[in-house]
Nanobody, 114 residues
């Protein structure tokens, strides 16, 4: 069955960095566009970074230059390197395909203190 397992949660100060990782299973990963989504308290879950099967990346405007999404098709993993973190980046981060599938992982909490 489809499964996404996120890791890399953390509490960091503003300006710090974190690297999130996600392992996918149950899909033909190398052919699947993947994304990182985030959901802050009281907000909807939004796509913030996307990587095509061929490695082309796109980002939400507020993320450009700070976050980098990457994938390893041999390991079925997709990572999100987050630099220059801001308190408003505090959220639960999820990975899923793009467009998303009904199955979601538990997500990973990122908390950025000011």
């Amino acid at each position: 069955q489809v499964q996404f397992v996120e890791s890399g949660r953390g509490l960091v100060q503003a300006g710090g960095s974190l690297r999130l990782s996600c392992k996918a299973s149950g899909i033909t990963f190398r052919l699947t566009p993947m994304g990182w989504y985030r959901q802050a308290p009281g907000h909807q879950r939004d796509l913030v970074a996307r990587i095509s099967s061929g490695g082309t990346t796109t980002y939400a405007d507020f993320m450009k230059g700070r976050f980098t999404i990457s994938r390893d098709n041999a390991k079925n993993t997709v990572d999100l390197q987050m630099n220059s973190l801001k308190p408003e980046d505090t959220a639960v981060y999820y990975c899923n395909s793009v467009p998303w599938r009904d199955t979601w992982g538990q997500g990973t909490q990122v908390t950025v203190s000011s």
